[in-house]
């Protein structure tokens, strides 16, 4: 076992011997160190259990682990088409946007279409285990990732509250640096002490209370993770998450709502800064929208070697029980070169619901279509 040194404000992960982490405050270039553990072998084969302490190995943050989830991985790098037919794509790409201008409700049927075929005949979902994990608060804000990243719909009343909870994130199995602490409380988060208990002798040394396993159970719906999807342009990964978060029933209509996570991660060695979205949003009841805007969620994140991700969370809604995005981003390269990052296509998909009353704090975010 070795020990490990974090930068707080550059989120890089360093091996080295002894186990410490770096503290950066947003108003001074002072920093100092502190002990946080023992660096533990990575897992090769099997799970992380619950109670197992973490370093996030993208961002950083301490965390701990809640429960697991097997979600289906739709890697589009591992099925991507030739030259020709990226070429063929991007031209069919072109032709359609031509022909969404001149007739939305053809084009939308049309581009629905080549968007399923695509998914269907070029990737195949691979079984990877990711993790529903607490954020320790002393990290939120040094790392670049939003730390309200589960949000419910609430049914209580009409409006478009939602339910969100602070400080829970999804983690891939190698987004985990595992460690262990002999502090008794080695993570700062309100949930930790209400949902884990130190046993003694125990590995992990924290297991699961009767309340976490509770709150697992009544909110499922909300907290599963089912499918993942990734593609990568030009030596930028899009990592896209979603969600189902509800109905919202009202006498004229049935509004429906997801939330997705996407993580954008350069992989190469030139910075790059995200400039525009463009998102197309295409429902069962035959509609497709086309939403551009500059940055995402009010941002222009610069990708460096120095932070290298950003992640975020959004919200959309339609007026069908199911759907598709999928889209660009825009980015600029240090060097000049602006291109197209791919966003991945990913369905929306809803599922029966049972009227749950998250126990949680109401938030309301402010025009969440606008952050798409």
């Excluded at 943050?61 to 991985?73: M, N, Q, T």
């Excluded at 993942?228 to 030009?234: A, G, I, L, R, Y």
């Excluded at 998102?279 to 551009?292: H, Q």
């Excluded at 339609?318 to 759907?323: D, E, H, K």
Aim: proline share 6%.
């Amino acid at each position: 076992m070795g020990l490990l040194i974090r930068s707080a404000t550059f989120g890089r992960i360093a091996y080295c011997d002894i186990f410490i982490r770096t503290i950066s405050t947003r108003n001074a270039q002072l920093t100092k160190l502190a002990e946080v553990g023992r660096l533990e072998n990575p897992k090769l084969d099997g799970k992380y259990l619950t109670g197992q302490l973490f370093l996030h190995r993208i961002f950083g943050y301490r965390g701990v682990v809640l429960f697991p989830w097997l979600a289906r991985v739709y890697d589009r790098d591992l099925h991507a088409p030739g030259k020709q037919q990226v070429q063929a794509d991007e031209s069919n790409f072109n032709k359609q946007e031509q022909t969404n201008n001149n007739n939305e409700k053809t084009g939308a049927t049309s581009a629905a279409t080549e968007n399923n075929e695509n998914a269907s005949k070029e990737v195949k979902g691979k079984v990877n285990t990711f993790y529903q994990v607490l954020i320790d608060s002393r990290d939120c804000p040094f790392i670049r990732a939003q730390t309200e990243a589960v949000t419910f719909l609430g049914n209580q009343d009409s409006n478009r509250s939602l339910y969100a909870i602070p400080g829970l994130d999804y983690v891939s199995h190698d987004d985990i640096m595992p460690y262990s602490s002999t502090e008794k409380n080695p993570l700062h988060h309100e949930l930790f002490d209400k949902f884990l208990a130190r046993v003694e002798g125990n590995d992990p040394a924290f297991e699961a209370r009767d309340t976490l396993k509770a709150w697992q159970e009544k909110n499922y719906p909300w907290l599963e993770l089912s499918d993942v999807h990734k593609e990568t342009t030009e030596n930028i990964r899009v990592t896209v998450i979603p969600f189902y978060m509800g109905c919202r029933e009202t006498p004229a209509s049935s509004v429906y709502w997801w939330r997705y996570c996407i993580r954008l991660e350069n992989l190469g060695e030139l910075s790059v800064q995200l400039r525009e979205r463009h998102w197309r949003i295409f429902s069962l009841s035959g509609t497709l929208e086309t939403v551009r805007g500059r940055g995402v969620v009010g941002q222009e994140p610069i990708l460096s070697r120095k932070l290298p991700a950003f992640q975020y969370s959004s919200h959309v809604s339609l007026q069908a029980p199911s759907g598709h995005m999928w889209g660009t981003f825009r980015l600029e390269r240090e060097d000049g070169h602006s291109f197209d990052c791919k966003i991945p296509p990913f369905s929306l998909e809803s599922k029966p619901e049972e009227n749950p009353t998250p126990s949680s704090k109401s938030t309301k975010p402010d025009n969440p279509e606008s952050s798409l």
